[in-house]
């Protein structure tokens, strides 16, 4: 095989033992590369260009370890639905962080590569579908411009895993800026060691936020950032209409990246109360109560870190009770300016809100498609539906008409904006569904096409409009499973 330019320096093996299990991917029987995403390689300055496939499937099923990489799993705890439980990477390992030639450092991760010392009762594997479903959703976020963790390969293990039926196993590699959880703070907290969470802090600061490595009140300035980071991150998914399905602590990364992707799917017609997830009976994580979640994870967060915010805990939770309760306002500021830019609404105007509202409440009650809407708005030409011929929506389109006259400049640039925020191609539950019962059926080109087209969500492409419109009337009410 070719020499390929890893470049690992792998610092979380240094952290204190307890945060770490040293482990291997556990081998897999007869490996075969499903897909590799050559752009992604190029992004980390790895060349592939002369590794044949064999060689692929080798290195991206763990069969065959890279130079330089110190496998571990991570330990971590987290709210699961509200209940905290002692976690884990049970089905995943740590490769090692490579740094590219422009000297950032990725975390490569494999998913479903065998049981590890966290894996409890399961069997350390991932199923085909799960992992490319993962693959596909992950780099079409990438492509949203959505802070997101990266898919470089998938792997079949030509092993069976067994679920409710008997699955295809594989094995997805993930790409993260790192995999620092807020599961891993209620871990080190919960071990009661200070010495230990003010290890993980530093680390934490010193990998992702060195701008405030000087800061006075490390702990209460990384909260602050995390607050930030994740108001954005959940204004980017309600832009998009994503829904996350299963927001656990475990779940949220420190990076302000999306993680784990298990039971998410996009919405198609507006409800604020849309859930996907099989097992989400309360929607305790559906679209609209995202920003309340993203609020009670941060709190956790804040939790941890209570014992380095002020050696007074009345006063150190007075402090983080009060950052906390800043979120509410800034999401609000956040949500109301992303909503205007897909409205392409310049400036501010008092009657802003209520007009946003307003058109959210009519998609609502003619369950229009969320996407679509924004759609007609910019003229695009999408699948007809009459209810846009609907009086209600013509008097809204009018005050939005009226409204885009105070931008005060070129109106091409109102439609600039929109553009820009504005995906014409999400991943398409029915859409994704086709194309995974292909592949594990042997057929990749339906999940090509669609990796693809999701490359370029915000550009038109008239060959592809089919892939523009939501399920057909009729198809029975999506659902998803989490990706074990
Ligand atoms: P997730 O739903 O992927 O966020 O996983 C929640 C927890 O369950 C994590 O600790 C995973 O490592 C663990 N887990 C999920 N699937 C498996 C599996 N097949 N074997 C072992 N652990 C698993
Ligand atoms: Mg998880």
Redesign the pocket.
Known sequence: MNKINWNFDNTYSNLPESFISKTSPKPVKSPELVIFNYHLAKELSLDFSLTDKKDLSKLFSGNLLPKGSNTIAQA?A?H?FGHFTM??????VLIGEHISKNNERFDIQFK?SG??A?????????ALGPMLREYIISEAMHSLNVPTTRSLAVVKTGED?VRENILQGAILTRVASSHLRVGTFQYAAMRNKESELRTLIDYTINRHYPNIKKSKNKAIDLLKVLIELQIDLVVNWMRVGFIHG?M?T??MAISGETI?Y?PCAFMDAYDPQTVFSSIDQFGRYSYSNQPNITKWNLARFAECLIPLIDPNKDKAIEIATETINNFDKNYEIKWINMMRDKLGLFGQDPKDLVLILDLLTWMHKNKADYTNTFCILMNENVQKNKIYEDENFIIWKKRWEERLKLNNNNPEKFLKLMRSVNPLIIPRNHKVEEALEAANNNNLSPLIKLIKILEKPYDKQQENIDYQSPAPLGNKKYQTF???
């Open positions: 971590y987290g699961q976690l884990g990477d049970g089905r995943a479903g049981q590890t966290f894996s409890r009762n399961g069997d350390g594997r991932a895993v299963v656990n475990d779940n784990d298990g989490c990706g074990t």
